[in-house]
C-alpha cells in the first residue's frame, strides 16, 4: 500500500515555541485593540520591528510568490525542520519576472 502525507499537515505539525506563542499573542492582542478602536478590514502584522495595520486589499493586491530555492523558504524549511518533498530528478520551473514592486 502507499501512504500519503499531505505536506500542509507537515508544516502544521512543528509544535509552536515560545517565540511564535508570544508573537501571536502579540497579534492577537493588536487585532483586538483595533477592532475595539473600529478598524475594519485590516490585517495586523510585523513591518521592521513595529506592529502595523495594512488594510486587506493591500495585503491581497498581488499574489506572493516565494522561491522554492531561495533563501527566505529555506530559512523557513530549516526553522521549522521541514523535509524536502520533491522526487527525485524534479526541477523548477522558473520564477516569472514580476515587476509589481515597481508600481509600489
Not at 11 to 17: G, Q, T
Not at 19 to 43: N, Q
Not at 47 to 71: D, E, F, Q, W
Amino acid at each position: 500500500t502507499i501512504k500519503y502525507i499531505d505536506p500542509t499537515y507537515m508544516v502544521r505539525s512543528v509544535k509552536a515555541n515560545a517565540y511564535d506563542s508570544a508573537y501571536a499573542s502579540a497579534l492577537a492582542e493588536h487585532a483586538v485593540h483595533g477592532a475595539m478602536a473600529g478598524l475594519t478590514c485590516v490585517s495586523v502584522v510585523r513591518m521592521y520591528s513595529k506592529t502595523v495595520y495594512i488594510p486587506i486589499h493591500a495585503c491581497v493586491t498581488h499574489a506572493k510568490r516565494v522561491n522554492p530555492l531561495g533563501r527566505w523558504f529555506g530559512r523557513m524549511a530549516f526553522t521549522t525542520g521541514q523535509p524536502r518533498f520533491e522526487p527525485a530528478g524534479f526541477k523548477y520551473p522558473p520564477m516569472p519576472k514580476d515587476d509589481y514592486l515597481k508600481k509600489i
